[in-house]
């Protein structure tokens, strides 16, 4: 199956940027959807950013929109999610995710839902200070 190993994160300051990564390894073909999520400690899981691979489509969750760019590049099988402006809510754990269906992302202009995505990574820390 997919897999997805994500990296990048770390700690800032408020203010500050981080970039994502995400690889895919293994039936990268068969992607159409890829999402970052994030949870933080006691609430739940919640959408980040979408792309449509096939065309590039995005959606963000109103929280991040005009601060938080996701892109891919299709070469290197390798997800990015720029977040700059960052602010100590952002803080959280940051989940890459995939999925062979289309729907959850090719018709959606807010954030992804993450019921609707089934390969997942192990998450990559984010900690902003203010």
């Known amino acids: 199956q997919v897999q997805l190993v994500e990296s990048g994160g770390g700690s800032v300051q408020a203010g500050g940027s981080l970039r994502l990564s995400c690889a895919a390894f293994?039936?990268?073909?068969?992607?159409?959807?890829m999402g970052w999520f994030r949870q933080a400690p006691g609430k739940e899981r919640e959408g980040v950013a979408s792309i449509y691979t096939g065309g590039g489509r995005t959606a963000y969750a109103d929280s991040v929109k005009g601060r938080f760019t996701i892109s891919q590049d299709n070469a290197k099988n390798t997800l990015y999610l720029q977040m700059n402006s960052l602010k100590p809510e952002d803080t959280a754990m940051y989940y890459c995710?995939?999925?062979?269906?289309?729907?959850?992302?090719?018709?959606?202009?807010?954030?992804?839902?993450?019921?609707?995505?089934?390969?997942w990574g192990r998450g990559t820390q984010v900690t902003v200070s203010s």
């Open positions: 995710a995939a999925t062979a269906a289309v729907v959850p992302c090719i018709y959606r202009d807010y954030a992804p839902l993450p019921a609707e995505y089934k390969y």
């Open positions: 293994r039936y990268t073909y068969s992607i159409n959807c």
